[in-house]
């Protein structure tokens, strides 16, 4: 069975910039969430999605926003690129109710 | 907002001892997590705790959830030198979350080295 897929691997965008990642959950995973995790810091929640709706969203302003297709696998969204976005963006799935999450490798974005 | 206190920070140990570390948190979480991640990769599921006082063992990896359900230890025996990388601990409120349902909450990590 594949894992969680995330691309692209690494990017770098100007301040101001919108920027879009990608994320194919892991065969028979119906929930998927994001996390930004700052360099030495642990994951930061920024939200979840199920059944292609939010179902809960962390301390994140709204120009993070996000889809959930059919078939499971979701987008982040991040418009007004600021310097502080620079960070390991990590998506997650898992079955519905099973708080293990399998997590991808992540999407490295510097802003500059 | 819950936060997650992890300690220690880092640890500097020789290859074949053991090790141990701990998280603790100002709420309570009904579920608890333990990942390692490598550099460059992300967070890779070690052990989950669903019931307070539950001890669970994954090799020579122990972890118990604490039964004041606000915190949680990870112990790892006779370490190798592949045991190197950062560990998390996470917790999880699960239903009674309501729209933070699926939130996991991390700690900062332990750094731990592991010289042969």
């Known amino acids: 069975e594949t894992g969680v897929t995330q691309s692209p691997t690494h990017l770098i965008k100007t301040r101001g910039q919108q920027v879009t990642l990608r994320c194919s959950s892991q065969?028979?995973?119906?929930?998927v969430s994001w996390y930004q995790q700052a360099l030495g810091q642990g994951p930061q929640f920024i939200f979840q999605?199920?059944?292609?709706?939010?179902?809960g969203r962390g301390n994140f302003p709204p120009r993070f926003s996000g889809l959930q297709f059919p078939n499971y696998s979701s987008e982040l969204n991040v418009n007004a690129l600021e310097l502080d976005d620079s960070a390991l963006y990590l998506c997650?799935?898992?079955?519905?109710?099973?708080?293990?999450?399998?997590f991808g490798s992540g999407t490295r974005l510097t802003v500059v | 907002g819950q936060q997650l206190n992890q300690s220690p920070q880092s640890m500097f140990i020789q290859e074949g001892e053991d090790v141990s570390m701990n998280c603790t948190s100002s709420?309570?979480?009904?579920?608890w997590l333990w990942y390692k991640q490598d550099p460059g990769e992300g967070p890779v599921l070690l052990i989950a705790l669903y019931k307070a006082g539950e001890l669970t063992s994954n090799g020579r990896l122990t972890a118990q959830f604490g039964i004041t359900r606000k915190d949680s230890f990870l112990n790892i025996s006779a370490s190798i030198p592949s045991d190197v990388g950062i560990y998390f601990c996470?917790?999880?409120?699960?239903?009674?979350?309501?729209?933070?349902?699926?939130?996991?909450?991390f700690g900062q990590g332990t750094i731990l080295t592991v010289h042969p």
């Open positions: 996470a917790g999880q409120l699960g239903r009674t979350g309501g729209t933070s349902y699926g939130k996991l909450t």
């Open positions: 999605y199920y059944r292609e709706e939010e179902n």
């Open positions: 065969s028979g995973h119906n929930t």
């Open positions: 709420s309570i979480f009904n579920t």
């Open positions: 997650a799935s898992s079955p519905r109710g099973f708080a293990g999450y399998t």
